[in-house]
């Protein structure tokens, strides 16, 4: 359930009517729910119950700091990828001690900056990666916390550019060798291994990669033992799918009961990842219709958000649910027509042949479950702005980032010498 409901015919977010936001902001923008975001929150902790876990939310999918502030005030870790992600995570008051740090090209000074601020752990991907974070603890005079993070080599049956956990993936180290570089970091002064990590994928609608995966590791964890490595915590990611339309995807409690038959003897601290699960439905895109064209074989909405500013259909032919700010009226007139943004491009559509209640120019629209992987992923293409994000809490709402105007980039760039008028 979210908190984006027809109120007496028109859209509300939360106690809010999504029209107000329109006449105060301008289209397009962005409007993620507090009461969403602390529900799924909620939910997925609740669905670990009586483990021993720290949720760990994917900052890669929403890192707007207010929304980072309300989780960690719930009490939530992060997940980050890179020293960007870091320094947002500190800034939005996430302690250290719940910080998470994954990837596979972490430089020098990002694992620098993660070491200094004294954060949970580095998930290692790499061989090359291990001596580096040895190196850098060695030069502060630190010992690193390190999970390795393992590739268990298992489909998660997802969509193919958001599968992380086949041995083609070039995500973590080969579950097969991960004694070897146990015992490699044995070796190494300024490592201490803390734990066994793992990410298998994204948008996952089955429980059975997840499955498949969890046996694995169990088994690493206690061969491990038998060897004397002590394995104290497990990493087991994010992955878990969220409805984009009316397809079932797994409950975040069977989820839970899962991990507690797999893996809940193990005597480990166990960290998740979730980043969609937490933040896609509290999400929408708010745009407004510019024109309607008749195509030669096809009608088109075209709108005033394009690809720049959500990705995921083009991308990934992700299918996002689009509906009006204005109620249809039941059994009121229809049409089916392509909604498309300005962008030149044909990728550049958000839903092919879409029934849909008859729009006019003006009309605006929300494309739903887009608070994750929206607007991180947004770009300036064809010139366009960097779109406002709003976030609603009760009857409040706020702009939680500012449009950023095409006069903000043009101040970015500079003339050559040799271009400059005499
Ligand atoms: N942990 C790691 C190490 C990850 O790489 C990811 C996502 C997550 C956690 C969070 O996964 P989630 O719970 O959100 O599925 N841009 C794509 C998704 C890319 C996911 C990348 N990694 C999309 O829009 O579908």
Known sequence: ???????????????????????????????????????????????????????????????????????????????????????????AGVPADRIVFSGVGKTAPEISAALEAGILQINIESEPELALVNDVAARLGLTAPIAIRINPDIDADTHDKISTGRSEDKFGIEWTRVHEVVTRSAGLDHIQVVGLAMHIGSQLTSLDPFRDAFQRLSGLVTDLRTRGVEIQRL?????????????????????????????????????????????????ILVTKVVYLKEGATRNFVIVDAAMNDLLRPSLYDARHEIVPLVEPPPGGPEMAADVVGPVCETGDTFATELTMAQLEAGDALAIRSAGAYGAVMASSYNSRALVPEVMVNGEDFAVIRRRITTQDYLDYEDMPDWLEEE
């Open 235 to 283: 990493d087991l990611g994010g992955g878990l799918g969220i409805p984009y339309d009316d397809s079932a995807v797994p409950e975040p409690a069977a989820y839970g009961q899962l991990v507690r038959e797999m893996l809940g003897d193990l005597d480990c601290r166990l960290l998740f990842e979730p980043g969609r699960l937490i933040v896609g439905n509290a999400g």
């Open 1 to 91: 359930m979210d908190h984006f409901q027809y109120r007496n015919g028109t859209l509300w977010a939360e106690d809010v009517a999504l029209s107000t936001i329109v006449e105060a902001v301008g289209t397009p923008f962005y409007c993620y729910s507090t009461a969403t975001l602390t529900r799924h929150y909620n939910v997925f902790t609740e669905a670990l119950a009586g483990l021993p876990a720290l949720v760990c939310y994917s900052v890669k999918a929403n890192s707007n700091l207010a929304v980072i502030k309300t989780l960690a005030g719930l009490g939530a870790g992060v997940d980050v990828v890179s020293g960007g992600e870091l320094m947002r995570a500190m800034r």
